[in-house]
């Protein structure tokens, strides 16, 4: 499953109020995927969404070769809310499906692929994100 939201700034204005509302409210409702997905929405082909904090991003819209070698993990998404310029078909993955989005990492600001299963959207591919 993945997210999407309609432009940067509200995306990062969404992060900010959640981030606030963990960090200072020890007693605040944990956020859960159905919350976090109706936060997610796309704006000019793009997705913002919720996504799995700690989520692998894969140089490749898959985890191996044909061959089991692994594909190279490039980065990571640290924040649980997270810009995604399009998607692509690649391997299938716990998600039920074989929709994975591009992004770029918290780490190191590289491009590479998150399987939507570590995307909180309410299907795949969401509506309105733009095929890579």
Same mark, same amino acid.
């Given at each position: 499953?993945? !997210?999407?939201? +309609?432009?940067?700034?509200?995306?990062?204005?969404?992060?900010?109020?959640?981030?606030?509302?963990?960090?200072?409210?020890?007693?605040?409702?944990?956020? +859960?995927?159905?919350? &976090?997905?109706?936060?997610?929405?796309?704006?000019?082909?793009?997705? *913002?969404?919720?996504?799995?904090?700690?989520?692998?991003?894969?140089?490749?819209?898959? *985890?191996?070769?044909?061959?089991?070698?692994?594909?190279?993990?490039?980065? +990571?998404?640290?924040?649980? !809310?997270? *810009? !995604?310029?399009? *998607?692509?078909?690649?391997?299938?993955?716990?998600?039920?499906?074989?929709? @994975? =989005?591009?992004? =770029?990492?918290?780490?190191?600001?590289? @491009?590479?692929?998150?399987?939507?299963?570590?995307?909180?959207?309410?299907?795949?591919?969401?509506?309105? &994100?733009? !095929?890579?």
């Amino acid at each position: 499953m993945g !997210f999407r939201k +309609t432009s940067a700034l509200a995306a990062a204005g969404a992060v900010a109020v959640l981030a606030a509302g963990t960090a200072t409210t020890a007693s605040a409702a944990p956020m +859960t995927s159905d919350t &976090v997905a109706a936060t997610c929405h796309a704006s000019s082909g793009n997705l *913002y969404c919720g996504n799995r904090v700690n989520a692998a991003i894969y140089k490749s819209p898959r *985890y191996d070769t044909a061959s089991g070698n692994p594909i190279e993990i490039v980065d +990571t998404l640290r924040s649980g !809310f997270s *810009y !995604f310029k399009c *998607y692509t078909i690649g391997q299938p993955h716990g998600g039920g499906n074989s929709i @994975w =989005y591009r992004t =770029y990492g918290d780490d190191v600001g590289a @491009w590479g692929y998150v399987p939507a299963v570590d995307v909180w959207t309410p299907q795949d591919p969401f509506p309105g &994100v733009n !095929f890579c």
